[in-house]
């Protein structure tokens, strides 16, 4: 028992010096039961055993005045996950403007003769993560995208096709995966790389059948979409029924063979799991080129992509002019920017991310354009001091920054004219998103709408929430390398989230 002492006492040390920062920093109508709650819980957590290696950082303050209510390691750098996408959309509002679309060009070369081209079809990328998804309002699945796609090339005249069907995704550098992402995440869904040229959220779908009893093998029953020359090495077994998805995806960029570990639970149908495509650009060019045999185009070339010819030795950047065919665009930056928090789109953050490196740098790589970032902030009056940026999504513990610079940003972004979309993009308390499970039932709900972030033994969340006099404020709480599992702490986290719209 008396080894507990000393962790106590410093609590107590800690406790009181927040309770005289906030108190220098607080109006006197703050200095309340509601507040004395707040601190009492945010003590509660910070001594608990989860938390006896681990860190804890909160920063709370007014929107208005930009005066601090509360804050505990505010100035301190931790790892933030996921809430590095509210950092990266901001960015991108702010450098590429809420308005702005990617654009996916269809061209070609050569001659256009009598129906016949004599020549190849291009595909150029722009960057759009969003291409072939609908998860984005007036976006596009891949087969309706295809479908359009073929249309506009039938409606230029063209009924055969004596050359290629190839994929240009250099708007983007060639080397898709950013530093401090692991082996472990590479190969599924989440850690699907930004290419010049995405498709179907860069992400397929793999069917498995378990067996009956834990501990029996699965077996592979299809991939959607189809995926062409991919061998799976699958040593996945069934788990106890309600363990969930447990299984990993191992596999880079541009190779075929993937390994699947773990386990997924017993089911009775197919139980589904995701992958990150392999090469979405060349299966981009393949499935452009398998729509136009179905409706009749006859194709004499292969699918391909500028990467594999530049590495063949069979192409180079002089070839002959480009014709203009057709210009897709995507929908604008704000409904992007709304799924990317509201779903925590990797994808969509890290697309973003490079796309402002070439607007402001001309420069596609990913540790490159966060030079964008950090140079927007910076001109903005900002302190970025203890601000690591890795990636645009949050999936590298490489980055960190300090919760009062994050605090600033959101308050920053109120006085902005994209505020509305960018607030709208949020989960909300105990309704929508990563937040649907968080206070219901309690004041928190329909209130607070924040961005979670989740990384192993770190938790986030930052955002805003509404006082009881109806006062907004911003606020960022982070919890790096506690003990236990994710979910415990989340409950735990939840008493302090509660409590934030009690605040006068």
């Not at 506690?482 to 989340?490: I, L, T």
């Amino acid at each position: 028992m008396q080894a507990l002492f000393p962790r106590v006492y410093f609590c107590l040390f800690l406790a009181i010096i927040s309770c005289a920062q906030t108190t220098e920093n607080t109006s006197p109508t703050l200095n309340n039961s509601a507040l004395e709650a707040l601190k009492a819980a945010i003590m509660d957590l910070d001594s608990d055993s989860v938390m006896r290696q681990g860190h804890l950082a909160i920063s709370i303050k007014s929107v208005r005045s930009g005066q601090v209510i509360l804050e505990q390691n505010a100035r301190k750098a931790m790892v933030i996950a996921s809430n590095l996408k509210l950092v990266t959309t901001l960015s991108a509002l702010e450098i590429l403007g809420e308005d702005f679309r990617f654009k996916t060009d269809l061209q070609y070369d050569g001659i256009l003769e009598n129906g016949v081209l004599n020549g190849n079809l291009y595909i150029r990328g722009g960057g759009d993560p969003t291409l072939g998804s609908d998860r984005v309002t007036n976006s596009l699945d891949l087969d309706a995208l295809m479908a359009l796609w073929v249309q506009k090339i039938q409606a230029a005249g063209i009924r055969r096709i004596k050359g290629d069907i190839i994929s240009d995704d250099g708007i983007f550098n060639e080397n898709v995966i950013p530093n401090g992402w692991t082996w472990g995440d590479i190969g599924n869904y989440y850690g699907a790389s930004a290419f010049g040229l995405n498709i179907n959220d860069n992400m397929y779908k793999i069917y498995l059948e378990t067996g009956k009893q834990v501990g029996e093998t699965t077996r592979i029953v299809r991939t959607d979409p189809v995926m062409k020359d991919i061998i799976f090495v699958n040593e996945v077994t069934t788990g106890p029924s309600g363990s969930g998805d447990q299984s990993y995806i191992y596999g880079v960029p541009y190779t075929y063979h993937r390994n699947i570990q773990g386990t997924v639970p017993v089911s009775r149908n197919p139980f589904v799991i995701r992958g990150s495509l392999p090469d979405p650009p060349l299966f981009t060019a393949q499935n452009l080129r398998d729509a136009l045999v179905r409706k009749g185009v006859s194709l004499e070339g292969a699918a391909t992509s500028t990467r594999i010819l530049i590495h063949q030795q069979q192409y180079h950047p002089a070839t002959p002019t480009r014709k203009p065919l057709y210009t897709h665009f995507s929908p604008p930056l704000s409904a992007i920017v709304e799924q990317t928090n509201l779903r925590s789109m990797n994808l969509y953050a890290e697309a973003m991310l490079k796309m402002m490196g070439v607007k402001e740098l001309n420069k596609s790589t990913t540790w490159e354009s966060t030079d964008a970032v950090k140079n927007l902030w910076m001109k903005k009056g900002m302190n970025i001091t203890g601000f690591f940026m890795r990636d645009g999504s949050g999936l590298s513990r490489s980055n960190a920054l300090l919760p009062d610079f994050l605090t600033n940003l959101l308050i920053f972004a109120t006085k902005q004219s994209y505020f509305t979309p960018f607030y709208k993009s949020l989960p909300v308390a105990g309704v929508s998103g990563t937040m649907k499970g968080i206070g219901e039932g309690t004041v928190a709900a329909g209130n607070i709408r924040a961005k979670t972030g989740t990384l192993d033994r770190m938790t986030s969340y930052s955002g805003y929430f509404k006082t009881k006099s109806g006062e907004l404020m911003a606020f960022t709480f982070i919890a790096n390398d506690y003990a236990g599992k994710e979910k415990d702490f989340r409950r735990k986290a939840e008493k302090i989230l509660v409590l934030l719209p009690t605040l006068p």
